[in-house]
């Protein structure tokens, strides 16, 4: 009887515990009210596998609440990408040269708008919630992906048909640069 007591006694600490940790963080400030936006939050941010951006889109019309959504979280994930790669490149060039330093930088800033353009059309969705307010209007919520290792083979693609950056360049050198930096993306998350 006496362990039957104490196992109850474990499973109802370990109870609380687990509901403890389940709990938020912090707790909202008096007055105010959490909101939960769909398609958003710690499962929708860019991590050292993946780029993601969501987005929310609102119009009378249900097609563009839903382009305006798009849009902007494509122009959001194109940010994140230059950001990255602008990071990458920087890092790359300074270890990779030092006499041809700055025309090398030019032409992958060159690069890294056409591979982003390009690339762009390479994303999928991977949440889309369509609501309707109270007025009548439409809102549109989405987020969006792209492979990281989608973005590294463009790059390389690209990089190696350019015959004045392929005498400079070294794809391992350039993947392990980049990984490095979708490494501290996903430890800054």
Avoid: H, W
């Avoid at 762009?120 to 109270?134: A, N, S």
């Avoid at 360049?169 to 430890?187: G, L, Q, R, W």
Wanted: glycine share 4%; hydrophobic share 30%.
């Amino acid at each position: 009887m006496k362990k039957l007591m104490r196992l109850s006694y474990v499973v109802v600490a370990v109870a609380a515990v687990v509901f403890a940790g389940c709990k938020s963080k912090q707790p909202v400030p008096s007055g105010e009210k959490e909101v939960i936006v769909p398609c958003s939050g710690p499962d929708y941010f860019t991590n050292s596998k993946v780029f993601r951006s969501n987005s929310v889109g609102e119009s009378m019309n249900q097609e563009t609440s839903k382009q305006k959504a798009l849009t902007n979280a494509r122009n959001e994930l194109a940010q994140s990408i230059n950001t990255t790669v602008k990071t990458v490149t920087d890092n790359y060039t300074n270890s990779r040269t030092a006499g041809t330093k700055e025309d090398l930088e030019q032409k992958f800033e060159q690069l890294n708008r056409e591979v982003v353009d390009q690339t762009l059309q390479g994303v999928r969705t991977i949440c889309e919630k369509l609501v309707q307010t109270k007025e009548g209007n439409y809102k549109t919520y989405i987020a969006l992906e792209l492979s990281s290792d989608d973005l590294v083979k463009a790059y390389n693609s690209r990089l190696s048909a350019d015959d004045k950056l392929k005498i400079d360049y070294d794809y391992e050198k350039f993947k392990d640069t980049f990984n490095a930096e979708m490494e501290k993306k996903k430890a800054g998350n």
